[in-house]
Structures are given as C-alpha cells and as structure tokens.
C-alpha cells in the first residue's frame, strides 16, 4: 500500500550537467525533496516508486543566493536535495520512470 507521503516526498529529479557527471561516475542521481524529509523517507520512496535497491542517501540543504536587478534586491528560495546512489547494476530510466 503506498501513502501519499512517498509520492510527496520526492519533487523532481536534477537535470544538470552535474548531476548528468555524477550519474555516470558513481550510479547517483540528484533529486529535489521535500524539506521535512529524512534519508529513511526518501529511501523509501525511491524503492517503492522506481522499484530498485537504494544503496545510500545524502542530503543537502541549499541556503538562499542574495540577487540583484535594476528593480531591485532579492533572495532565492532554499530546498532540500537528496543524492541517491543506487546498487551496481541498478538505474532509474527518468525519461519514463514507471516502464
């Protein structure tokens, strides 16, 4: 039986050139989180969604970025990232999760 907090606590994957390298080099993709998640939460939710074995979680909590325009001076928002490698062998298709 799946809960509605493993379908709200993943929010979605990091597309960058990063995280493209660290996919590659070590099997570990990078995913935005909800911010009151723990590392046995996200776990959890990426063995029931994607249905593969999670070998470790690290999680990172950004800090805002101060920016500034012509109008004006602001702050970026803070989130929560999780770094999941996954066992040898084992990898998430992100085109199409659920195939």
Same mark, same amino acid.
């Given at each position: 039986?799946?809960?509605? =907090?493993?379908? $709200?606590? +993943?929010?979605?994957?990091?597309?960058? !050139?990063?995280?493209?390298?660290? @996919?590659?080099? %070590?099997?570990?993709?990078?995913?935005?989180?909800? =911010?009151?998640? $723990?590392? +046995?939460?996200?776990?959890?939710?990426? !063995?029931?969604?994607?249905?593969? @074995?999670?070998? %470790?979680?690290?999680?990172?909590?950004?800090?805002? =970025?101060?920016?500034?325009?012509?109008?004006?001076?602001?702050?970026?928002?803070?989130?929560?990232?999780?770094?999941?490698?996954?066992?040898?062998?084992?990898?998430?298709?992100?085109?199409?999760?659920?195939?």
């Amino acid at each position: 039986m799946l809960s509605e =907090k493993i379908y $709200t606590t +993943l929010k979605y994957p990091v597309i960058s !050139e990063k995280a493209a390298i660290e @996919k590659s080099a %070590s099997n570990t993709y990078i995913f935005k989180v909800a =911010k009151e998640a $723990t590392k +046995l939460d996200i776990k959890n939710s990426i !063995e029931e969604i994607f249905g593969v @074995k999670v070998d %470790s979680v690290r999680v990172l909590n950004t800090k805002f =970025k101060n920016k500034r325009t012509r109008f004006g001076k602001y702050k970026t928002g803070t989130y929560k990232k999780a770094y999941i490698k996954l066992e040898e062998g084992k990898e998430i298709n992100l085109e199409n999760p659920f195939k």
